[in-house]
């Protein structure tokens, strides 16, 4: 009645179970799902009954048969149910009827809930076949058809010359072809790309002699009507003549090229991740978790063979002021200049990293002594000697270098990273584009400012922090009319703290808004104090950082610090840098311009060693401009530095702002700035910073001998 050898060759690789059942319960053709999930091994003769093929053990059909309730109702049943062992199942019941239209058998399928199949298509195309079949019992050739074209892979029949016997819909949608097109035409020459026929063929031809097996499943390329490839994954069964030979092969594709392409894209996706974990995303160069996996392994090689190495902390000198002059952008483009020419000077065997920002590292194994290091830092130093010409720009790229070499102290890659950071320090400290030797006594305190962090958290509290305030002379008078207040820090255990490293560590740390209002606040009140004491009048100017200014309730704050203090406004100056009005652009000039209504003024401190637009300058609501003591250093013997400050004066006259000096040292510095016509002047020559009892005194002082 129905072609149960050609269900077998179709049905075989089915997700789903599928089973012919008569009127007596009696399982007339089955899948081998069925077995293999049931486990009991059926004869070929034996007929079992469904309830003993679905569960086994049991010994009669239960109360709810779907099997028996088609048979009575003569009508398509779609249901669930919940399975002991296979667990949560979609059952769908079709009718078959004979010549008279009674129902003589049904076919039974039986999915998992959670498989992909479309079950209401295959519910349309098998109840499509059944009414088919009710007028084609004996025609197994059509019944046959239409089991194979209800498929949801490709099925296609080659004979044993590899011609095309049989193509269902689903290849046919697939290849773009319909079956009439293809129907007896080569399958490898007509629907495989070029590359993909040879080897194909050959498999073919093994599988057709017997020498290879059927069951393994396979991958191939097939090329579509319009060019595209798609990627089949293929399984295959044999059909064989009256002699036993085989005569055709039948097999089922299934379109993987999304799959493959997903999971090639998902398997480069984790490489490109892995790579930018390790990696710097600008430089391309290892990164700090890649770096220091690396002298890990460079540490114990080097412990276990008695060798020595080097660690050398790189640091451009000038990077942030390229940031602030010519943007982000060029800074970026002078990093990747910078890794690209290090590159060079490095050996294969050496590891370039950049750790973060304008910090650069070298990993240098085999360093036989300090010469050695020391050789490849002046090879760096004349390399960087040249500018680096990028985007259009001559730029200088000076570089301070730490080294460190490994010694018996240092037990862990972050302990000679820190060493080589320390020494690093201090060529910076020393001018810049040099290279300092870590030296373990006298880095001791410079390793002990990684620990400041949560020391300065209680500083202020502990009354660790106080204020020293330097003087700042009328230079046509020689009458002290203000002092600026600068922030000083005893810890007590290191000693005094440089400014510079407390207030870096306070700047990266957020803490410099609490420590900047405590400045204030203290030094607001000292200058009310020496009113009160009935000394004259002076202008207290307090440097503010870019990060403070940035804060929205900065002017709130400062009017309630003066308010607090009852320091009369006029006499409160405000120092800021230019990059902290760069940073902030109009936001800043609002906030200045907020809080020079109250009274209050503003300088504009280091002038000169910023890269602000001096167009801008007009714009802004200052008082005075403060020239960097590095441009009064080496007054009025270096020309460039007399033309750059008569510069400023004239720059300064012609805004009518006011000029403080710093740095003043010596007599002929002075003079020079007088004849120059600067106003106010400050500086060792006059007098360092000193306590709030120092200043009383020197307010009735005249330090030009007047």
Request: charged share 25%; net charge negative.
């Amino acid at each position: 009645m129905l072609p149960y050898e050609f269900l077998e060759k179709f049905f075989s690789d089915s997700t789903c179970l599928i089973a012919v059942i008569d009127r007596h319960q009696r399982v007339r053709y089955h899948n081998m799902h069925l077995i293999d999930g049931v486990g009991t091994q059926w004869r070929s003769k034996d007929l079992p009954r469904c309830f003993e093929l679905f569960y086994p053990g049991q010994n009669r059909c239960c109360d709810s048969c779907h099997v028996k309730e088609v048979f009575a109702s003569g009508q398509t049943l779609i249901r669930e149910k919940a399975h002991p062992r296979l667990g949560h199942l979609k059952i769908l019941c079709l009718p078959i009827r004979n010549n008279q239209g009674e129902v003589q058998l049904v076919i039974e399928q039986i999915c998992p809930a959670g498989t992909h199949q479309h079950i209401d298509q295959r519910e349309a195309r098998l109840r499509t076949i059944a009414e088919n079949t009710e007028q084609q019992l004996r025609r197994e050739r059509d019944l046959a058809r239409h089991y194979f074209d209800i498929a949801e892979v490709m099925m296609v029949v080659l004979d044993r010359e590899g011609r095309i016997c049989q193509l269902n819909r689903k290849g046919c949608q697939l290849l773009g072809f319909s079956e009439k097109e293809l129907i007896g035409q080569d399958w490898f020459d007509n629907c495989l790309p070029q590359r993909e026929r040879l080897a194909s063929r050959q498999f073919f031809d093994d599988i057709i002699c017997g020498k290879l097996p059927l069951g393994q499943k396979g991958e191939n390329w097939v090329q579509t009507h319009d060019g595209r490839e798609l990627l089949i994954s293929w399984s295959s069964s044999n059909i064989t003549d009256d002699n036993g030979q085989i005569s055709h092969l039948i097999s089922c594709g299934e379109d993987i090229t999304e799959h493959r392409r997903d999971h090639q894209a998902l398997t480069e996706s984790e490489t490109r991740f892995q790579y930018l974990a390790h990696h710097d995303a600008l430089t391309n160069l290892p990164n700090r978790l890649l770096f220091y996996d690396r002298m890990e392994h460079a540490l114990e090689k080097a412990r276990r063979y008695k060798r020595q190495m080097a660690l050398f902390f790189l640091d451009l000198d000038r990077l942030k002021n390229i940031n602030d002059s010519l943007g982000h952008s060029v800074g970026d483009q002078v990093l990747v200049a910078f890794a690209h020419k290090l590159q060079q000077l490095m050996r294969k065997s050496d590891t370039l990293a950049r750790l973060s920002g304008d910090e650069f590292v070298v990993l240098c194994e085999d360093v036989n002594s300090i010469d050695h290091a020391s050789l490849l830092a002046e090879k760096i130093l004349g390399a960087f000697g040249s500018p680096l010409h990028v985007a259009g720009h001559t730029i200088h790229a000076p570089v301070s270098i730490g080294i460190a070499l490994l010694d018996a102290e240092m037990d862990k890659a972050h302990d000679l990273l820190r060493a080589a950071d320390s020494a690093m320090y201090r060529a910076k400290k020393a001018g810049g584009h040099r290279y300092a030797i870590y030296d373990s006594a006298s880095s001791i305190p410079r390793r002990d400012i990684f620990h400041l962090e949560s020391h300065l958290r209680q500083a202020v509290e502990r009354g660790e922090t106080f204020l020293q305030y330097q003087p700042q002379i009328d230079l046509q008078s020689g009458r002290l009319i203000g002092v600026e207040a600068l922030a000083r820090w005893e810890h007590p255990r290191l000693g005094m703290i440089s400014p510079e490293e407390f207030i870096a560590v306070a700047e990266e740390t957020g803490q410099i808004v609490a420590l900047g209002d405590w400045v204030v606040e203290t030094a607001c009140a000292q200058n009310k104090a020496w009113q009160d004491a009935g000394l004259a009048p002076i202008t207290m100017a307090v440097n503010i950082s870019p990060h403070q200014l940035s804060q929205a309730d900065f002017s709130k704050r400062i009017q309630r610090i003066l308010t607090k203090t009852g320091l009369d406004p006029s006499l409160l100056e405000i120092e800021i840098t230019e990059t902290a009005i760069m940073d902030n652009g109009e936001k800043a000039r609002e906030t200045m311009r907020g809080l020079c209504e109250l009274g209050i003024s503003f300088a504009l401190d280091d002038f000169g060693t910023g890269y602000s637009s001096l167009s801008n300058l007009r714009y802004l609501p200052l008082k005075k401009l403060k020239i960097d003591r590095s441009f009064i250093h080496d007054v009025p013997h270096s020309d460039p530095d007399v033309r750059l400050v008569s510069s400023v004066l004239a720059l300064a006259s012609s805004l009518d702002l006011q000029v403080v000096a710093e740095g003043i040292e010596t007599e002929p510095q002075l003079v020079f700035l007088q004849q120059k016509g600067s106003e106010i002047g400050q500086g060792y020559f006059f007098s360092r910073p000193v306590a709030a009892a120092e200043v009383e005194k020197l307010m009735s002082r005249n330090f030009l001998g007047l």
